[in-house]
């Protein structure tokens, strides 16, 4: 405890007597300051006691002694010190009774007491109150250290709250709680969700103060990690503001659950060698050996229906956006789920069919997706930057490559279409057609009718219109004849026509294959 005015007034060497403020003792003494100017207040900080023998001072004058303490009061002084025996053999009534009534408290000094004794008295027990909090943070940071190395974060949470009389909360990098100690904390540091996720876009290290007074606890929040983005946050509430020996705690705290955080890092580097290397085998068509390499890090995900999803993005952020999405969703509800990063720019993630990593990955496009609707163009602008997601159909081990491809293939339509997700399902489910309104698709079109179309301009035949009539016809003469009103022995001669200037066989159904969608390609345009 720091000293007070009551413990000045208790120490024996000193024989102060207190002639008013008494009901206001207990208040802490930041200093002691002596002063005979007329008007102190400009060298004041606050917190202090003030000793004076009224040298300049008429303390007899009411008026005077009212102005006086009134601008002490302001100032924050803590209490008025007055040495009898010097200027005056008694304090003046005066500043008796205005001290009484600002509520200042007033020591009478002995004249056998000098002003150093007291200055001495107080920077004594300053200094022990600085020696009991540093060996009472050393004897925390012990205790915390223990704990961590033996029962983990929950331990060293556990230990924290004590320490400072208060809660603890340990928080992922998506802003979830992972730990609170007592467990009675859990639902306050949920309400913290949104304060944790504004403080982790802040420079780290970074660190801010919710609550106060008028709520039920005031609540400190630090990040935790040394790279750029924070992988973790910690929160500590109590009733008050922390004090020396719990400030040790609080930062002992944090430097050792970085290292937790730090550590846990090197581990998650080794974990992602092994996930690549399990995708690899999976791939490569060996499930047997990508199940004895994972082990029991990915428990039954694979063995169980799975799905692959394919992340691309030119900048960086999106790609860790998504990624932190997937793996805190599935670490809240203890889901396994193996995230691959493919270089900056490419993710692949193996989830488990509909749990709750594929569905974060869903919201999580939702989210970009809304958030490029409402940018100021209004429209997909095809920024090449712009994160797009490919998703697989369920499939298991040993199809996975095929999973691989079909999660591809959704990005790739994606990205044409100007989509943050597409899912293998929906291209399967739908229509081809869609997908010839590609650039390259089109020009295949235009390269492989253009000698019917020049054909056609001169005047000479109606070839492609002839082409389109009996391909929807599936080469039925009568039938495509009559729907272009000709006689079939004049769409026998166009057909041939056709062939010879394609220099290709309508008799091959590849040929008739690409002439047909051509044609559709090409009235897609139009």
């Not at 100032?75 to 009774?97: R, S």
């Not at 930062?251 to 581990?267: D, F, G, N, P, V």
């Not at 428990?299 to 692959?308: K, M, N, S, T």
């Not at 399902?425 to 492989?448: H, I, N, W, Y």
Request: aromatic share 4%; with cysteine; net charge negative.
């Amino acid at each position: 405890m720091p000293p007070t005015l009551a413990s000045l007034v208790h120490h024996s060497a000193l024989k102060l007597t207190v002639r008013a403020g008494e009901d206001r003792l207990d208040v802490p003494v930041r200093w002691v300051h002596a002063s005979e100017l007329a008007d102190p207040v400009p060298y004041m900080e606050g917190g202090e006691l003030l000793l004076i023998t009224a040298l300049k001072l008429d303390a007899e004058d009411p008026k005077a002694m009212r102005r006086y303490v009134k601008r002490l009061v302001g100032a924050g002084v803590v209490g008025l010190g007055f040495a009898v025996g010097v200027n005056y053999e008694e304090i003046p009534q005066a500043l008796v009774d205005t001290a009484g009534e600002e509520g200042l408290p007033l020591l009478e000094v002995p004249r056998r007491t000098p002003f150093i004794a007291i200055s001495k008295a107080v920077s004594a027990a300053i200094a022990a109150d600085q020696y009991r909090s540093v060996t009472a943070g050393f004897a925390a940071q012990r205790e915390l250290t223990k704990q961590a190395l033996t029962d983990g974060p929950e331990g060293l949470l556990a230990a924290l709250a004590a320490q400072v009389d208060g809660w603890a909360a340990l928080y992922d990098a998506s802003g979830a709680v992972v730990a609170t100690a007592p467990e009675w904390a859990g639902r306050r540091a949920a309400r913290l969700t949104a304060d944790v996720e504004r403080l982790r876009d802040r420079p780290a290290p970074a660190s801010s103060v919710v609550g106060g007074p008028d709520n039920e606890d005031r609540v400190e929040l630090h990040t935790l990690g040394t790279g750029r983005r924070p992988r973790a946050a910690l929160a500590v509430g109590t009733a008050a503001a922390l004090g020396t020996a719990e400030r040790y705690a609080v930062h002992s705290a944090i430097a050792l659950l970085t290292l937790t955080t730090e550590r846990s890092r090197s581990l998650q580097a080794a974990h992602e060698r092994i996930g690549a290397a399990v995708l690899r085998l999976l791939l490569a068509g060996h499930p047997d050996h990508a199940r004895a390499v994972a082990g029991n890090l990915y428990g039954g995900l694979l063995d169980a229906p799975f799905r692959i999803i394919v992340g691309e993005s030119a900048d960086g952020d999106p790609l860790d956006g998504l990624a932190e999405a997937v793996e805190s969703a599935a670490a809240r509800s203890g889901e396994a789920v193996l995230v691959v990063a493919e270089g900056p720019e490419r993710l692949v993630v193996l989830a488990v069919d509909g749990g709750v990593a594929v569905e974060a990955c869903g919201e999580y496009a939702a989210t970009r997706e809304a958030e490029r609707a409402s940018s100021t163009a209004g429209e997909h602008t095809g920024d090449e930057s712009e994160l797009v997601v490919g998703l697989s159909a369920p499939a298991g081990p040993i199809a996975a490559a095929g999973a691989y491809k079909q999660a591809e293939q959704a990005l790739s339509v994606a990205r044409r279409r100007g989509r943050v997700l597409v899912e293998h399902e929906q291209l399967a489910a739908g229509s081809v057609l869609p997908l010839l309104a590609d650039d390259a698709v089109r020009a295949f079109a235009d390269g492989l009718l253009r000698p019917l179309a020049e054909h056609d301009a001169t005047g000479r035949g109606d070839l492609v219109a002839s082409l389109r009539a009996w391909l929807s016809r599936h080469g039925q003469w009568d039938a495509a004849a009559a729907d272009l009103g000709v006689h079939r022995h004049t769409l026998r001669y166009r057909m041939r026509r056709v062939e010879e200037i394609l220099g290709r066989s309508l008799d091959d159904p590849d040929v008739r294959m690409e002439l047909w969608l051509a044609l559709k390609a090409t009235a897609a345009a139009e």
